[in-house]
T-cell receptor
Framework: KNQVEQSPQSLIILEGKNCTLQ??????????LRWYKQDTGRGPVSLTI???SENTKSNGRYTATLDADTKQSSLHITASQLSDSASYIC?????????????WGLGTSLAVNP | SAVISQKPSRDICQRGTSLTIQCQVD?????MFWYRQQPGQSLTLIAT?????????ESGFVIDKFPISRPNLTFSTLTVSNMSPEDSSIYLC????????????FGQGTRLTVV
């Protein structure tokens, strides 16, 4: 069964600190892995998209890594800001032709406190 | 990047009534989807909206309850029919191109409360 599991479920950090969120998946075949940020009451916004051949990708203070062999990904947030408080969702796209149904994780809820 | 406008942004409805949610994309996209996000949960795909034909529904979702239209490449509607309190949720429209590795864009969501 295609699944995406994220940890931790929730996380509280102080402003300025770094943190790393984890994602494990059992999706096959695999096309790409995405990290989304979802602010409360808003739709998800894409942070990174990584294909099988990419090991790391950065978007500002966000750096995602991918190990396709172990089927693990991480999202590292550097020098956190209050505005980073949100849910971070790991999403995997199976390689299924024109079928673009995405497999969604449950997300990690991050709270950045002053 | 595509911009998706979704309306209404929120509504409070009486049980037994129906609500139609509209989704407008500012550029032509190949695929459009409707998701539901219940409180504290991640997104669950309701259906893929197909242009000019019936939507493709996921397990647990049926056309009578969630009729969907997609008359062209930039517009779709989702109706939540005969609502009950269990339908209270956020409903999200999403769009992307069929090519690989393209970003999926989302509307801001419709927060529905059924009383």
């Amino acid at each position: 069964k295609n699944q995406v599991e994220q940890s931790p479920q929730s996380l509280i950090i102080l402003e300025g600190k770094n943190c790393t969120l984890q994602c494990n998946y059992t999706v096959s075949p695999f096309s790409n892995l995405r990290w989304y940020k979802q602010d409360t009451g808003r739709g998800p916004v894409s942070l990174t998209i990584m294909t099988f051949s990419e090991n790391t990708k950065s978007n500002g203070r966000y750096t995602a890594t991918l190990d396709a062999d172990t089927k693990q990904s991480s999202l590292h947030i550097t020098a956190s800001q209050l505005s980073d408080s949100a849910s971070y969702i790991c999403v995997v796209s199976p390689n299924a032709g024109n079928n673009r149904k995405l497999i969604w994780g449950l997300g990690t809820s991050l709270a950045v406190n002053p | 990047s595509a911009v998706i406008s979704q309306k209404p942004s929120r509504d409070i409805c009486q049980r037994g009534t129906s609500l139609t949610i509209q989704c407008q994309v500012d550029s032509q996209v190949t695929m459009m989807f409707w998701y539901r996000q219940q409180p504290g949960q991640s997104l669950t795909l309701i259906a893929t909206a197909n242009q000019g034909s019936e939507a493709t529904y996921e397990s647990g979702f049926v056309i009578d309850k969630f009729p969907i239209s997609r008359p062209n490449l930039t517009f779709s509607t989702l109706t939540v029919s005969n609502m009950s309190p269990e339908d209270s949720s956020i409903y999200l429209c999403s769009a992307l191109q069929a090519q690989r590795n393209t970003e999926a864009f989302f509307g801001q969501g419709t927060r529905l409360t059924v009383v």
